[in-house]
């Protein structure tokens, strides 16, 4: 079974700059989340999807961050424009949707931004 | 707000010594409990989880994980750590029905052969 695509997997920005992150989840998998993790810290959850609907984007910052997932298939995470504070890993994971307070979330490599 | 602490943030092993590492959380209801885990250079991975039953759950590679309401505790063991368990280690919890998880900061583990 493959698992989730990520890329680019490294991306290096100056700061005010554009970046968009892909996508591709496991086959067959409802759920998508976007992840930030800072070094040092853990996942941070950006927005999650179920299908193409969005269940949370709570901490999302929606003036500069934007993601859509138009297909209920792959995703795209945008940031425009990008600050210092960007800088992290930015992580995919899906699962299956069937019940999200239990299911297991797979994740993707993720892709390491640095903003300079 | 409902919060996840991880008391390690660094632990230094030696092959063949116990591991015990700690998660509280803090939410009064009905939780589910997770420990993922993340080896150098690989993806994040569930290493286990706890939603009901039993307590003690077992995950892959000898890990364990016992869910003390009382305390609001879900610590990690392994009764002797071997170098591949070199990884950085979370735990998160989704609280009441929630469709997310909340995740703690994670302890960096190394095992020194």
């Known amino acids: 079974e493959a698992g989730v695509a990520q890329s680019p997997r490294y991306k290096i920005i100056e700061k005010r700059q554009s970046v968009a992150f892909w996508c591709n989840p496991i086959?067959?998998?409802?759920?998508l989340y976007w992840y930030q993790q800072i070094l040092g810290q853990g996942p941070k959850l950006l927005i999650q999807?179920?299908?193409?609907?969005?269940?949370?984007d709570s901490q999302l910052p929606k003036d500069r961050f934007s993601a859509e997932r138009l297909k209920g298939v792959d995703s795209t995470l945008k940031i425009q424009p990008a600050k210092l504070e960007d800088s992290a890993v930015y992580l995919c994971?899906?699962?299956?949707?069937?019940?999200?307070?239990?299911?297991?979330?797979?994740f993707g490599p993720g892709t390491r931004l640095t903003v300079l | 707000a409902q919060s996840v602490s991880q008391h390690n943030h660094h632990v230094i092993l030696s092959e063949a010594a116990s591991l015990e590492l700690g998660c509280n959380y803090s939410?009064?209801?009905?939780?589910?409990l997770f420990w993922y885990v993340q080896y150098p250079g690989q993806h994040l991975q569930l290493l286990l989880k706890y939603f009901s039953g039993d307590p003690l759950v077992k995950g892959i590679k000898g890990f364990e994980a016992e869910f003390i309401k009382s305390k609001f505790s879900f610590n990690l063991r392994k009764p002797s750590v071997q170098w591949s368990d070199t990884a950085e280690y979370f735990c998160?919890?989704?609280?009441?029905?929630?469709?997310?998880?909340?995740w703690g900061l994670g302890t960096s583990l190394a095992v020194n052969p």
């Open positions: 999807f179920q299908n193409n609907g969005v269940v949370d």
């Open positions: 998160a919890v989704n609280a009441g029905n929630n469709r997310k998880l909340i």
């Open positions: 086959s067959g998998h409802a759920t």
């Open positions: 939410y009064g209801g009905t939780v589910n």
């Open positions: 994971a899906s699962s299956l949707g069937v019940k999200l307070s239990t299911d297991t979330q797979y």
